[in-house]
């Protein structure tokens, strides 16, 4: 090989070195600005979600609760088939949107799908005193809510409400909790059965909530955080929400 040759050869070689940098250097500048594009789109969805779905059984205390903290008084119940919407002010934190979704078994899911993507927080309203009487149709609610594929991929917040806490005979959070616990695993148990049945060998992970192999328990949900609080509508005694909003907004 000439001398020539050689020298042609070294200039080939670190050329082609240099194109391989340079692919390099193109898909790092392409890989970052995926990323950044990627967590501005993330953080701009997690900051505009701005609504606080309130959600329970019809008579639990939503409407209540909504004028309470909206009004700052009380205003004539009715039996809404309609949502309410209001600005809530949060101290050095900006406005939420409180919504009041109707309780209505035939509605409710209907008024919650059209807002549920826009959901920083959740509050499930119960009502602590009736509990026992209507325990299957608030676990199932519940389960409804929070097994919601939106819910689980936006990760609002979430907020158990033990409302009605001036009854004489209203039932506690703690004690509400594990009651609930117990529901809901007997019902997750006839859900994952039926499902079960009708897709075998389906999708069936991504309806099942909780921890597999042990009873349900609000804790193992790992997409949600669910807290629960007590409260009193009739008496204004709202604190524990209002200290959940502030954390949350
Ligand atoms: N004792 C008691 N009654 C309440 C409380 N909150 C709401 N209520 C009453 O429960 C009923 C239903 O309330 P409402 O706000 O309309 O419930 P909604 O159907 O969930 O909107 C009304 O008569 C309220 O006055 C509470 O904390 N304690
Ligand atoms: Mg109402």
Request: charged share 25%; glycine share 6%; proline share 2%.
């Amino acid at each position: 090989m000439s001398k020539k040759d050689e020298t042609l050869r070294g200039v080939l070689d670190s050329e082609e070195k240099n194109a391989h940098w340079g692919t390099i250097g193109v898909a790092l500048i392409v890989g970052l600005i995926t990323l950044f594009i990627f967590i501005f789109v993330w953080r701009k969805g997690r900051v505009s979600r701005r609504g606080i779905c309130l959600v329970g059984l019809c008579e639990s205390g939503k409407t209540l609760i909504f004028s309470q903290l909206i009004y700052k008084k009380a205003v004539e119940s009715f039996t809404s088939m309609k949502e309410n919407v209001g600005v809530l002010n949060i101290a050095n934190k900006g406005a939420l949107k409180l919504i009041d979704i109707p309780g209505h078994e035939r509605v409710r899911q209907r008024f919650f799908d059209s807002y549920k993507n826009t959901a920083r927080g959740i509050v499930f309203v119960l009502d602590s005193f009736s509990l026992n009487k209507d325990i299957r149709d608030v676990a199932e609610y519940l389960y409804t809510i929070l097994s919601d594929p939106v819910v689980s991929s936006n990760r609002p917040q979430v907020l158990i409400l033990c409302n009605k806490q001036d009854h004489p005979l209203a039932k506690g959070p703690q004690v509400i909790q594990s009651v609930l616990e117990k529901e809901m695993n007997v019902l997750r148990n006839t859900q994952t059965n039926q499902l079960e049945a009708v897709a075998e060998g389906g999708n069936r992970k991504s309806f099942y909530l909780g921890q597999e192999g042990k009873n349900f328990e609000f804790a193992d949900i790992r997409s949600l955080r669910v807290e629960f609080a007590a409260s009193s509508a009739q008496t204004e005694d709202l604190e524990n929400l209002q200290k959940w909003l502030q954390s949350v907004a």
